[in-house]
Each structure stands twice: as C-alpha cells, then as structure tokens.
C-alpha cells in the first residue's frame, strides 16, 4: 500500500521542479502554470470523499486497482501534451484525472493500513505510512531534477513502472475485499465538487482579476454556499451520506481536522514557492533547488516518526501544540533569512519547519480516524484527506496571488528608480512578474515598455524583489501554524480507545 500511495505523494511536487522547463516549452503563463499544480491538488480534495465512500462500497482492493490504473494512464497522457494552443488545457484535464485517480487510491491503501493494526499499534504504524510516503514527496524534486535534464515529460512518465510494481505488489497481498450493500450519495458528491472547484477558482484568479473584482467574490462566495448547501444536505441524509459529519460532534476529532487544515495550507504550498525561490533568487539549479528542499524532508522525516511515538505514548495532544510551535517558530525563522539568499544559511530553519509539520500530520490523522467512533474508515479517512486537499489548494491560490501582487510592487518600484516612464512600470512590472514567477527565464525577463537591457541590468534587485515578495508568503505560512497552535490548544487530549463498533468494521477493510 505504501508502495501504491508513493506516486501521489511524488507528484505533488515532481512537476513543481520542472515547472521552468514546462512554461518555456508550452509557453504557459505562470497562473496557467499554477493551475497545472493546483489542478491535481483540488480534484484530489475534491474526490477524496467519494474515494472513501468507493472504498466502503466496492472493497479497498477495487478501488486500489481503479485508482492506480486511472491515475498512471493520466500520467501518460500528461507526458503526451502537445504544444500548441491546446496545452493548458490538455495539462489541466488530465492533472484533475490524475487527481481523481489518487483520490480513489489513497483512502482505499489507508484503509487497508488501519484495519491490520490494533489501536494501541496504529499510531507507530501510520507514522511509518505517513513518515514514509510522506517523505516521498522528497523524491519528487530530487527525480524531478534528474529527470528534467532528459526531457520534462518523464516526471509523468516516471510513474508508470511505480505503478506496474505497486499493482503486482496488490495482487500478490491477497487483500480481503469485502463489499457494502448501501447506495453512493451522488448529489452530495456533486455539491462538494461544485463547491471546493468554485471557492478555489476564485482565490486562483484574484491574482489576475483581483480582488476588486466582481468575478473573484463570485466565485468565492458561491462556492462556499455551495459547500454550506453540501453540509446541511448531508445532515438531513437518513440513508448513507457521502460524509458522515456527525463525526464532528467529537471535539478531538474536529481540533484534529482544524490543526491538519491550517498546517496544509503550508505544507504542499511550500514546495512549489521554496523551489521556484532556489532557481529564481538563489539561482539554482533544479537539481539545487532539489537539495534545497531536502532540508525541509530531513526535519520531517525524522520528527514524523517521534510524532508517532508521542501518539501511541500520551495521545495526540502534545505533539500537535509542539509542532505547530516548531512550524510556525521555523517559517518564521525561514521568512527572515531568505533576502540572504544564502542556502547554507537557511538550512537549520528550513529543517525546523519540517520538523514542525512531521510532527503534525500523522498524530492528528491517526487521533482523528481513531475517534470517529461511528463511521466507516472510509468516510474518516475521507473527511481528513479532503480537508488536507482543499487546503493544500487554498493556500497554494492564496499564497501565489500574495506573491504576485507583492512581487509587481516591489518591481515597479525597482524600475521606477531606473528610469522607466511612468505610464510603462507597471505594465512592465507585470511582464517580469509574470516571467519571473512562471520561471520561463529567469536570468533576462523582458518588461513590456521597459528596454531589454534595463530588465537585465536590474535582474539583481529583481531577484531581491522576488525574495523579499517570498518573505509574504512565508510569513504567512507560519501565521497559518501559530493558529493551527491555538486550535491544538483546544483538544481534549488522552487517548482514544478502541471502539467495539469497529470491530466487525475492520474486516470490511
């Protein structure tokens, strides 16, 4: 199973290294760049309920085959994009069935995981799944790097082996694949799509419409009340609901949720804008910029496994305040020295704000499936994961539309005191933004209305530019931890006991 899951992890940050090399080739703009990252991210939020209640319905070992098998043809496919006017959306189409198919896969391997192991076992178990497949995601920049050097379109391809071993691997497990006589919830499963699609296309675009735009709050607004209408909708189900949110009357389980929510919108954000600075500001190689996130992964991957002890020793409680602490006190740290654009200099806090996220996902995943006393691991599982998804996509959106308005201001600025006429900064400003964050060339971008030679003759101050525009987003990444700090505060503590209603469940897994 951890084999199987490995490739979800990998992708969502392989094509975060290759990005320069996609834009330059496809000639994608950066929000258009954006959205091929975040389209994987918000259709894995988006399907991950229906992935677990798919798990429940049909048996886990199914669903891990569908799933496996979607997500690798989509992975070829993505490989396959001509360039031309049709790229983006080419790329954009089969990301999100990529992302369908590692919501179908996730929830099922989970499941399968939970049910082998006793609750007084499961905490140092699932911080072995999540420590290690999390720290996968590792893999994705340094094979990202390797592989971009041949041709961009192997990161896709590259999945394709993963996958042929993890369905051999499958098969040989013998899974029992026991199966539920109960109805899918279609229309709940079209409203939380509608929902998180509509309210994530709205913090997308505010980058390009802005936030005085009509479009923007529409969007946002109606997704919202979309995912409002899908919440009182599933209350009032008396059959099988996609998600039963009766599991949140457990105050546990809810600071669980919230505490995973806050550190998501750091946790995958981070590797697209910490990459994107190493080749930018730090002029990096992507083999660089992969190292450079490494850092992140040895904090993690080490704290990850200690989060599991303290689990499985004295409940979820004390690691989920120590490491929102340590994140938010890390990406602090980070944000500061990153207009030292040294990356010896950077790497304790860079190790120190993966600690503080290592220590925070497995225990508050583990808590939260082990306190949903009532429901299926496959709708838990779906409840969490959907909730680390969306966020992850919100705060990408949130995140990169930060960085651009931030970086066109203080580029204006730079080509204002260079002569630039008034009437021309801006809109050149916006021409080296939109070079700079979509990577295409980072060492002469050219600014409509400014010479040639005046972009090159600033790039200095424009990487400055764009490490301080950084510094935004990563202080925001560690106010996003502080609160996640002040939820942790309201868990209960103590350890969940195991459920004599799951006992018959766990061989349905």
């Given at each position: 199973?951890m084999?199987?899951?490995?490739m979800?992890?990998?992708?969502?940050?392989?094509?975060?290294i290759?990005?320069?090399?996609?834009?330059?080739?496809?000639g994608?703009?950066?929000?258009?760049m954006?959205?091929?990252?975040?389209a994987?991210?918000?259709?894995?939020a988006?399907f991950?309920?229906?992935?677990?209640r798919l798990?429940?319905l049909?048996?886990?070992?199914?669903?891990?085959?569908?799933?496996?098998l979607?997500?690798?043809?989509?992975?070829?496919?993505?490989g396959?994009?001509?360039?031309?006017?049709?790229?983006?959306?080419?790329?954009?189409?089969?990301?999100?069935?990529?992302?369908?198919?590692?919501?179908?896969?996730?929830?099922?391997?989970?499941?399968?995981?939970?049910?082998?192991?006793p609750v007084?076992?499961?905490?140092?178990?699932?911080?072995?799944?999540?420590?290690?497949?999390?720290?996968?995601?590792?893999?994705?920049?340094?094979?990202?790097?390797?592989?971009?050097?041949?041709?961009?379109?192997?990161?896709?391809?590259?999945n394709?082996?993963?996958?042929?071993?993890?369905?051999v691997l499958?098969?040989?497990?013998?899974?029992?694949?026991?199966?539920?006589d109960e109805s899918l919830?279609?229309?709940?499963a079209?409203?939380?799509?509608s929902?998180?699609?509509?309210?994530?296309?709205?913090?997308?675009?505010?980058?390009?419409?802005?936030w005085?735009?009509a479009?923007?709050?529409?969007c946002?607004?109606?997704?919202?009340?979309?995912?409002y209408?899908f919440?009182?909708y599933?209350?009032r189900?008396?059959?099988?609901?996609?998600?039963?949110?009766?599991?949140?009357?457990?105050?546990?389980?809810?600071?669980?949720?919230?505490?995973?929510?806050?550190a998501?919108?750091?946790?995958v954000?981070?590797?697209?804008?910490?990459?994107?600075?190493a080749?930018?500001?730090l002029?990096?190689?992507?083999n660089?910029?992969?190292?450079?996130?490494?850092?992140?992964?040895?904090?993690?991957?080490l704290?990850?496994?200690?989060?599991?002890?303290?689990?499985?020793?004295r409940?979820?409680?004390?690691?989920?305040?120590?490491?929102?602490?340590?994140?938010?006190?890390?990406?602090?740290?980070?944000?500061?020295?990153?207009?030292?654009?040294?990356m010896?200099?950077?790497?304790?806090?860079v190790?120190?704000?993966?600690?503080?996220i290592?220590?925070?996902?497995?225990?508050?995943?583990?808590?939260?499936?082990?306190?949903?006393?009532?429901?299926?691991?496959?709708e838990v599982?779906?409840?969490?994961q959907?909730?680390?998804?969306?966020?992850?996509?919100?705060?990408l959106a949130?995140?990169?539309?930060?960085?651009?308005?931030?970086?066109?201001?203080?580029?204006?600025?730079?080509?204002r005191?260079?002569?630039?006429?008034?009437?021309?900064?801006?809109?050149?400003?916006?021409?080296v933004?939109?070079?700079?964050?979509g990577?295409a060339?980072?060492?002469?971008?050219?600014g409509d209305?400014?010479p040639?030679?005046?972009?090159?003759?600033?790039?200095?101050?424009?990487?400055?530019?764009?490490?301080?525009a950084?510094q935004?987003?990563?202080?925001?990444?560690?106010?996003?931890?502080?609160?996640?700090?002040?939820?942790a505060?309201?868990?209960?503590?103590?350890?969940?006991?195991?459920?004599?209603?799951?006992?018959?469940?766990?061989?349905?897994?």
């Amino acid at each position: 199973m951890m084999f199987a899951v490995s490739m979800t992890f990998i992708d969502q940050t392989i094509v975060s290294i290759a990005a320069p090399d996609i834009v330059a080739e496809l000639g994608l703009s950066s929000s258009g760049m954006q959205w091929v990252i975040n389209a994987y991210l918000l259709s894995l939020a988006a399907f991950f309920a229906l992935g677990g209640r798919l798990a429940d319905l049909w048996g886990p070992r199914r669903v891990v085959v569908t799933g496996s098998l979607v997500f690798v043809v989509s992975s070829v496919l993505c490989g396959c994009v001509p360039a031309g006017d049709s790229a983006l959306t080419w790329l954009i189409v089969f990301r999100t069935t990529q992302g369908l198919g590692a919501a179908l896969l996730f929830p099922a391997a989970l499941a399968v995981v939970v049910a082998v192991f006793p609750v007084e076992r499961r905490g140092r178990a699932l911080a072995l799944f999540f420590g290690l497949t999390g720290a996968l995601t590792a893999v994705g920049p340094l094979l990202g790097g390797w592989l971009t050097a041949w041709t961009w379109r192997s990161v896709f391809w590259v999945n394709v082996p993963v996958a042929i071993i993890a369905l051999v691997l499958t098969a040989l497990a013998r899974i029992a694949d026991h199966r539920r006589d109960e109805s899918l919830d279609v229309k709940g499963a079209v409203l939380i799509v509608s929902g998180m699609g509509l309210s994530v296309l709205g913090f997308q675009q505010a980058s390009s419409w802005g936030w005085d735009s009509a479009a923007t709050w529409a969007c946002i607004a109606a997704g919202l009340a979309l995912l409002y209408v899908f919440c009182r909708y599933e209350l009032r189900v008396t059959g099988h609901p996609l998600i039963n949110l009766a599991v949140f009357r457990d105050r546990a389980f809810t600071v669980d949720a919230l505490v995973l929510f806050f550190a998501m919108l750091a946790f995958v954000p981070v590797f697209f804008f910490a990459s994107v600075y190493a080749q930018v500001s730090l002029s990096a190689s992507p083999n660089q910029a992969a190292l450079y996130l490494l850092y992140f992964f040895v904090g993690f991957a080490l704290a990850s496994q200690w989060g599991g002890r303290i689990l499985d020793k004295r409940g979820a409680r004390p690691a989920l305040r120590t490491g929102c602490l340590l994140g938010a006190v890390g990406f602090a740290l980070w944000a500061g020295k990153l207009t030292d654009l040294s990356m010896h200099d950077q790497w304790p806090y860079v190790a120190l704000a993966g600690a503080g996220i290592g220590l925070i996902l497995a225990p508050a995943s583990t808590d939260a499936v082990n306190r949903a006393l009532h429901a299926s691991y496959g709708e838990v599982t779906g409840i969490t994961q959907t909730v680390r998804n969306y966020a992850a996509s919100v705060g990408l959106a949130v995140f990169g539309t930060i960085l651009t308005h931030t970086m066109t201001d203080r580029v204006t600025e730079t080509l204002r005191s260079r002569g630039v006429p008034p009437d021309a900064e801006h809109a050149a400003a916006r021409d080296v933004t939109e070079a700079i964050t979509g990577n295409a060339d980072t060492r002469a971008p050219t600014g409509d209305g400014a010479p040639a030679t005046t972009v090159r003759e600033a790039m200095p101050d424009i990487r400055m530019d764009f490490a301080e525009a950084n510094q935004w987003v990563f202080y925001g990444m560690a106010l996003a931890l502080a609160v996640g700090y002040f939820c942790a505060l309201r868990h209960p503590g103590g350890r969940a006991a195991e459920p004599t209603t799951r006992a018959a469940g766990d061989d349905r897994a």
